[in-house]
T-cell receptor
Framework: DAKTTQPTSMDCAEGRAANLPCNHS???????VYWYRQIHSQGPQYIIH???NNETNEMASLIITEDRKSSTLILPHATLRDTAVYYC????????????FGKGTKLTVNP | EAQVTQNPRYLITVTGKKLTVTCSQN?????MSWYRQDPGLGLRQIYY???????DKGDVPEGYKVSRKEKRNFPLILESPSPNQTSLYFC?????????????FGQGTRLTVV
């Protein structure tokens, strides 16, 4: 699986958009970008994934650059409950049987 | 409601006293796995199961056992716990190993071995 780089931490004001970047410059053509989050000591939660087109669901939007070397997860109106560690993973669909999370980005949403 | 249920959520035990952490899913998922999470080390897979009666070692299986006698349950057994097994444990399930990216995780079990 391709390596990803994320900032260690970020802050965001409540009600504002949170934009979380992820670099994956060695991504292969068949690899997807997945985002998960882990709210303090709870189990990781799937958020969204994409291959090359931008994606949106009820939780977030995913913007993938044209060269696919980086992506941004957007939480359009962050709330205090969005405070969590966000993980970006790059892997082929149906790849290995385990999920490997890096260190992720600790997002703190401030009132 | 679709969920993975782990019990107990918190456990403090003494070295050498056998314990079992239960995991149950209600989604008829074939694939289940156990992870441990430690500061600075991320999530590491302990054991996984492709289906009933099919289990295999993950990255850190030493000191653990599992069984998969029925589809919904995947207990984690520590025959003789040691302090280095103090950790936060997660059970996860998905339709199949190919769909592991869509895994549901349990709420976690925080184990302390003294």
């Amino acid at each position: 699986d391709a390596k990803t780089t994320q900032p260690t931490s970020m802050d965001c004001a409540e009600g504002r958009a949170a934009n979380l970047p992820c670099n994956h410059s060695t991504i292969s053509g068949n690899e997807y970008v997945y985002w998960y989050r882990q709210i303090h000591s709870q189990g990781p939660q799937y958020i969204i994934h994409g291959l090359k087109n931008n994606e949106t669901n009820e939780m977030a939007s995913l913007i993938i650059t044209e060269d696919r070397k980086s992506s941004t997860l957007i939480l359009p109106h962050a709330t205090l409950r969005d405070t969590a560690v966000y993980y970006c993973i790059v892997r082929p669909q149906g790849g290995s049987e385990k999920l490997v999370f890096g260190k992720g980005t600790k997002l703190t949403v401030n009132p | 409601e679709a969920q993975v249920t782990q019990n107990p959520r918190y456990l403090i035990t003494v070295t050498g006293k056998k314990l079992t952490v239960t995991c149950s899913q209600n989604m008829n998922h074939e694939y289940m796995s156990w992870y441990r999470q430690d500061p600075g080390l991320g999530l590491r897979q302990i054991y996984y199961s492709m289906n009933v009666e099919v289990t295999d070692k993950g990255d850190v299986p030493e000191g653990y056992k599992v069984s998969r006698k029925e589809k919904r349950n995947f207990p984690l057994i520590l025959e003789s716990p040691s302090p280095n097994q103090t950790s936060l444990y997660f059970c996860a399930s998905s339709l199949s190993w190919r769909r592991v990216t869509e895994a549901f995780f349990g709420q976690g079990t925080r184990l302390t071995v003294v």
